[in-house]
């Protein structure tokens, strides 16, 4: 059992930045591959960024690659997004989430852990 919870959050001016965290429990953080994932009002979830277990690997939907970055640290059990030139269009709720195993993940279904969310708001 996993749990995961994100801040960083906040109200942010576009071209702004932010760094959003999630804090894993449990002495096996290590072994998950890690998503964020976002969701706007009135749209579905969406696939942000994953890392793999080891943060070898990563991958970035199109919509912020180049402007996020996904890092672990699994000697703090947490996982960073780093979100840089924000755009209105980014504001949403996001979430981190964890798999058991696995390389990098974009599937909401293939991952089996969920935080409660943060709310990222970028003003134009």
């Known amino acids: 059992q996993v749990q995961l919870v994100e801040s960083g959050g906040g109200l942010v001016q576009a071209g702004g930045s932010l760094r959003l965290s999630c804090a894993a429990s449990?002495?096996?953080?290590?072994?998950?591959?890690m998503g964020w994932f976002r969701q706007a009002p009135g749209k579905e979830r969406e696939f942000v960024a994953a890392?793999?277990?080891?943060?070898?690997?990563?991958y970035y939907a199109d919509s912020v690659k180049g402007r996020f970055t996904i890092s672990r640290d699994n000697a703090k059990n947490t996982v960073y997004l780093q979100m840089n030139s924000l755009k209105p269009e980014d504001t949403a709720v996001y979430y981190c989430?964890?798999?058991?195993?696995?390389?990098?993940?974009?599937?909401?279904?293939?991952?089996?852990?969920w935080g409660q969310g943060t709310q990222v708001t970028v003003s134009s």
């Open positions: 890392i793999s277990w080891s943060g070898g690997s990563t």
């Open positions: 449990g002495r096996t953080f290590s072994s998950y591959a």
């Open positions: 989430a964890a798999r058991l195993g696995g390389v990098v993940h974009i599937r909401i279904y293939e991952y089996d852990y």
